[in-house]
């Protein structure tokens, strides 16, 4: 372990802590009501082809892959520079306007238009996102506190984090019409979140701030490396390879079960009002669940805790693609482990990754760290639901505007419930399997 590694551990006050936590509402509901409904709004409101809408969805992320690890970058220097990260955070904090453009698709748009249309707002938003989304997720390593104290930190994250993706999991099907949804009901959804998500970010930046006055680390000195110099680093970091590896596995996962909840709902199961139901038994368990992730941390290590988050995830996701047979109460149960999975799957790697920077001997700075681990998390956000359409796509799914009512064939019907219970088990379990080569945890639990 570093130096740094070495001071006495900071307990955080329980102010500060819950207004860092706020500011991730805003990037919740970013990340959750676009993996949830997009892909159904370009497909079954907009009349989008699932293979163009699934490309219409991926094609922006690509960007990410590259822009992330620069905006990480970008923030290092402003630490170096400045003692702070705040001008990235405020430039994010204009997210809102591009999640209300994103669903504000002018009335004579449909089919490829339409898709365009998305694709564009899709990439501005990512782009804001990733301002705001690096130096939030560097603070933990920006602070003097240790391997307990992260994990803390981030729970706070966590349970707050998922008050806002169930608010927003719930309210957003509810607030387009349900099983009446229009164009007009996705922009008085947008509209409404959107405001929410500009308040919430806002007292993020000024949580942050009030972390560093109470146990901030001492800026850099002198000019950071090169951003290529600096990604090589990070990416020259075993531990680190092997954790984002399997996080772009597990995001993927996670990402293609949200954009299949619509689906599942309306076609497995016959009632497109079950969305509700489904997200929220996905997302509500980590509430009550997400101290028992803490404490089991502490007890075992953040590692044999992921493995056992990750292999949960894996065993739900199989009960799943059995389907309407294994009977409704089932089904939701099914569900739920998931979302007891998915709290594990939050905390934890999230929780590690500053464990990794903090031992860090490459140079590279936690922008660097956190903009490559957002770029894993963004291309998961696309590969999911991509993976999700191309096997509608194969099933032979047919694409329907507001209003209008396709009959899907056998075919179609059994790619959209295996795309949503076989895919997962089969991508959880190379998660897991990469995973199992991350060793850090053995010796940074004697550290702070």
């Not at 000024?206 to 950071?224: F, K």
Request: one cysteine or more.
């Amino acid at each position: 372990m570093t130096g740094l590694d070495q001071q006495p551990a900071t307990t955080l006050p329980r102010g500060p802590l819950v207004g860092f936590a706020t500011g991730s509402v805003g990037m919740g509901v970013w990340v959750t009501v676009p993996g949830l409904l997009l892909l159904y709004f370009l497909t079954d409101i907009l009349g989008v082809d699932a293979w163009l809408a699934g490309t219409a969805l991926l094609l922006p992320k690509i960007a990410d892959v590259v822009l992330h690890p620069s905006v990480g970058h970008r923030a290092d220097t402003d630490r170096a520079r400045h003692g702070h990260r705040r001008r990235l955070l405020l430039v994010g904090c204009a997210l809102p306007v591009a999640f209300a453009a994103l669903f504000a698709v002018p009335a004579g748009l449909t089919g490829a238009p339409a898709a365009v249309w998305v694709a564009v707002g899709f990439t501005a938003g990512n782009l804001l996102f990733a301002a705001y989304q690096v130096p939030y997720l560097a603070t933990p390593a920006d602070l003097a506190i240790g391997y307990h104290e992260r994990t803390r930190l981030m729970a706070f994250r966590m349970v707050v984090l998922t008050l806002g993706i169930l608010a927003a999991g719930v309210a957003a099907p509810l607030l387009t019409g349900g099983d009446d949804a229009t164009r007009t009901g996705y922009l008085r959804m947008a509209a409404l979140l959107a405001t929410a998500m500009a308040a919430t970010m806002v007292v993020g930046v000024a949580g942050i701030g009030r972390l560093h006055a109470t146990a901030t680390l001492p800026a850099p000195s002198g000019h950071t490396p090169a951003g290529w110099r600096s990604l090589r680093a990070a990416l020259t970091n075993r531990q680190f390879r092997w954790l984002v590896g399997a996080y772009l596995a597990m995001s993927t996962t996670t990402h293609l079960v949200l954009a299949g909840v619509p689906y599942y709902a309306e076609y497995e199961l016959g009632r497109p009002g079950l969305t509700t139901v489904l997200v929220a038994a996905f997302v509500a368990p980590a509430l009550l669940v997400t101290p028992g992730w803490l404490a089991v941390a502490r007890r075992v290590g953040k590692q044999r805790a992921l493995l056992a988050a990750q292999a949960a995830f894996a065993a739900g996701s199989a009960v799943l693609a059995v389907g309407r047979p294994a009977g409704l109460p089932v089904l939701v149960t099914a569900v739920a482990v998931l979302g007891v999975a998915f709290a594990g799957m939050q905390l934890l790697p999230f929780s590690m990754v500053p464990d990794v920077i903090r031992a860090d001997t490459t140079g590279a700075g936690a922008g660097t760290y956190t903009g490559v681990w957002t770029a894993a998390e963004a291309t998961g956000a696309a590969l999911g639901p991509y993976a999700y359409a191309l096997c509608l796509a194969a099933g032979g799914f047919a694409a329907s505007r507001a209003g209008e009512t396709v009959v899907q064939s056998s075919t179609a019907l059994a790619a959209v419930r295996y795309g949503f219970g076989v895919l997962p088990v089969v991508m959880m379990l190379v998660a897991l399997a990469l995973q199992r080569h991350y060793t850090l945890d053995r010796t940074a639990r004697t550290g702070r």
